[in-house]
């Protein structure tokens, strides 16, 4: 007898995963708590828009706090971020561009509008979400009534949702150099002007990732103290890297932090839950590739069986109406995080 004689066949590599491809692997995710009858919220990378639609196609209650205009549906209100997510923010790559949001929309942070706005052939913009609005706005008036009223929704989201869902996408981010504020994407990419003076690159650490999660936990438990949370981290590759070597070498460096950051935080608290679609469509050892072939793109096909995995393991979780309520931060849990932070703190 050895510690390993008595394991299920799932933890050993010969009977869990040489069998198997994505489409048949099982007991690869044992859910915390049921998420049937929550009011779920979506944000995050471009993968978490699967999510969302999966979600809402089998008929779980995905809010949608900033919905189109009446008779803009389909492809057309995707084009202007509307259905994408639970509210209309486009892509939240980073943590620090969720925590971010998060202050500004609960009143913790005030974001002066020349720091937010952009231009680009005479049309604004808004410079932490360019890609709402693919043509830009007429006034610079218009960007800060959008974002202000974007700003209330998201907020109404915190304090409804039940579940919050979030795919964590990037560690690199272009931020503003005087005020420190970080930006969805690079300026002068999809609008504004790049400027060396003013812009600066910074590649998030495993710390900094931590103590912004941490930090959004914090914000929206006291917003909601019933709040869960489902991290999931993106398996679709970097599209470029600004950091001096090869895109392959970022993009692994990049995965590997959020998803170590993941794992921290769910093995943490009970209140946090991971998913692994990451390790679903990023391992070789789960046959065929389920990439097009742009090696970057995930099939309908990798998508599906990352939905099928998910579901499944939900079925037969017993459901509740309500959750649980986990309350206000406990002492112990203040101990954890500074445990967490010190441990990991740089020397």
Request: glycine share 6%.
């Amino acid at each position: 007898m050895t510690p390993y004689s008595t394991l299920p066949s799932r933890q050993f590599w010969k009977t869990g995963v040489t069998p198997f491809t994505s489409c048949t692997i099982e007991e690869i995710y044992s859910p915390k708590w049921p998420i049937e009858g929550l009011r779920i919220a979506t944000a995050g990378s471009c993968f978490a828009q699967e999510i969302a639609r999966a979600l809402r196609d089998r008929k779980y209650n995905v809010l949608d706090v900033e919905p189109p205009p009446s008779g803009v549906s389909g492809k057309l209100a995707n084009r202007f971020g509307f259905g994408l997510y639970s509210a209309r923010h486009g892509n939240i790559y980073t943590s620090r561009h969720l925590l971010q949001l998060t202050r500004e929309a609960t009143g913790e942070l005030e974001i002066q509008p020349q720091h937010y706005l952009w231009q680009k052939d005479g049309r604004f913009y808004d410079a932490f979400r360019p890609t709402v609005e693919p043509s830009g706005l007429p006034t610079s008036e218009e960007v800060v009534l959008q974002r202000r009223d974007h700003l209330s929704r998201f907020r109404s989201l915190l304090s409804q949702c039940d579940l919050f869902i979030f795919t964590l996408g990037l560690t690199e981010a272009w931020f503003h150099k005087a005020t420190g504020l970080v930006y969805q994407t690079a300026p002068g990419v999809s609008a504004g002007k790049f400027s060396d003076d003013v812009h600066v690159f910074r590649n998030l650490t495993f710390v900094e990732i931590l103590q912004d999660m941490l930090s959004f936990r914090n914000i929206a438990r006291r917003m909601n103290p019933e709040m869960r949370f489902l991290l999931t981290v993106s398996p679709v590759p970097l599209t470029a890297t600004a950091e001096s070597r090869h895109v392959l070498v970022s993009t692994v460096r990049s995965k590997s932090t959020l998803r170590a950051v993941a794992g921290e935080l769910s093995e943490t608290f009970d209140d946090i839950d991971y998913f692994p679609s990451y390790e679903l469509l990023s391992t070789p050892f789960l046959g065929e590739a389920l990439f097009e072939q742009n090696k970057r793109t995930v099939q309908r096909a990798g998508v599906e069986a990352v939905m099928r995995s998910f579901f499944a393991a939900h079925e037969g979780v017993e459901t509740k109406t309500k959750p649980e309520v986990f309350g206000t931060k406990t002492s112990e849990e203040v101990v954890c995080e500074d445990a967490l932070l010190e441990a990991f703190a740089p020397q």
